[in-house]
């Protein structure tokens, strides 16, 4: 399997999809790392921790109040969701591996300040033949820019000097799939995807924003988003 193949198979593993080992159709998103708790025992006990999920919330919301009696039931739900105190996510940390899109939803996200572990590279041989973002409908014309891409690469031959073989890799579209890994703390992201999703962003940078937001409900249910409000209050609209 060479490495548009293999690329292919990464963003099919990260729940995209792919035509031909070619053109991405749609990106994938998946949770790769999270903060895993480390919380003696002890202290655990101290204030009855015991959902995996929550508990160090729960403790930094138990620590910030210093609250030791109030029952757990429905405890973090109000200090995040009622409160408003969503600070007591900031030590808890997500990774996603964002696999086949645009280089602009990949400037969007390095805008934005998170911690980008690693992007795509144009300083290797593999990329001289990459994979495209497109519709299925642009597949035609893509198809034209890849003939004359081969007649650009005639005149400059492969080399192993890393200076030339980016050169060669930067004449190509926008649209060629980049992949990445980003991470920020869990109350960033949620501040950073309600914003993204409520306003006026590129629909793929919203897409990917979406999908992000429905991993993390996923592992953390008792968070409410501001975007789901607006999405419900738009619908009962008449």
């Known amino acids: 399997m060479n490495t548009r193949e293999k690329t292919s198979k990464l963003i099919e593993y990260c729940g995209g999809r792919v035509l031909d080992d070619r053109y991405v159709v749609e990106p994938g998103v998946v949770l790769i790392s999270k903060t895993v708790n480390v919380i003696p025992e002890e202290v655990r006990e ?19 109040y210093m609250n030791f009696n109030e029952p757990r039931s429905g405890y973090v739900e109000d200090i995040i969701n009622n409160k408003k105190h969503q600070s007591i996510l900031s030590n808890i940390n997500l990774g996603f591996l964002i696999a086949g899109v645009k280089g602009e939803t990949l400037l969007e996200f390095v805008s934005s ?56 890799n930067e004449f190509n579209l926008f649209t060629k799939a980049m992949s990445f890994t980003v991470s920020m703390n869990l109350y960033d992201w949620v501040y950073y995807v309600d ?36 999405v419900y209050t738009k619908r009962k609209k008449p």
């Open 113 to 168: 300040g998170a911690n980008i572990s690693r992007q795509t590279t144009s300083r290797t041989r593999s990329a001289d033949d990459t994979l495209y973002v497109a519709n299925e409908d642009d597949i035609p014309f893509i198809e034209e820019y890849l003939h004359l891409r081969e007649q650009y690469l005639r005149v400059y031959p492969l080399s192993k000097d890393k200076d030339d073989i980016e050169k060669r």
């Open 195 to 230: 914003k993204k999703i409520i306003q006026d962003y590129e629909y793929e940078f919203k897409d990917i924003c979406r999908r992000i937001k429905a991993l993390i409900k996923k592992e953390y249910p008792y968070i409410e988003f501001e975007s789901d409000k607006e």
């Open 46 to 64: 101290l204030f009855n921790l015991t959902d995996d999920n929550k508990q160090l919330a729960e403790l930094n919301a138990r620590i910030t």
